[in-house]
């Protein structure tokens, strides 16, 4: 099995409905079209791992039943946003919770403009 590659990720991410590639941070993204929010990133660790943004209950569970591919580095506790490493040995999981970090971002509100 060829570990997944952070394009691959995104690749994946962009066969979801009302998705674009763009930034967050400066670094590459994919987001939701209608809100702006971005669900899929390198996050940290861009050499072993990307960074979903997800409910945090989600979080936990994914966490306990799968710490071998998702986990948290103290920079990401307590925040909506779980590392997914590249060499899971479940990439039909590491899709499913792409799909519902994209579900969770879909369902949050607009982004406000920021003030210049």
């Known amino acids: 099995m060829t570990p997944m590659t952070f394009d691959d990720a995104m690749a994946y991410a962009l066969t979801l409905s009302d998705t674009e590639r763009g930034t967050q941070y400066g670094r590459p993204a994919v987001k939701i079209v209608s809100n702006g929010r971005a669900f899929l990133s390198p996050g940290h660790e861009p050499h072993e791992s990307f960074c979903l943004s ?6 936990e569970i994914v966490k306990e039943t799968g710490p071998d ?14 590392l997914v490493r590249y060499d899971s040995p479940d990439p039909a999981r590491v899709r499913e919770m792409i799909a519902r970090a994209h579900d969770h971002a879909a369902a949050k509100k607009p982004r406000k403009p920021r003030r210049k």
């Open 54 to 59: 997800m409910d945090r209950d989600t979080i």
């Open 69 to 82: 591919t998702f986990y948290q580095t103290p920079h990401y506790v307590g925040w909506d946003a779980m």
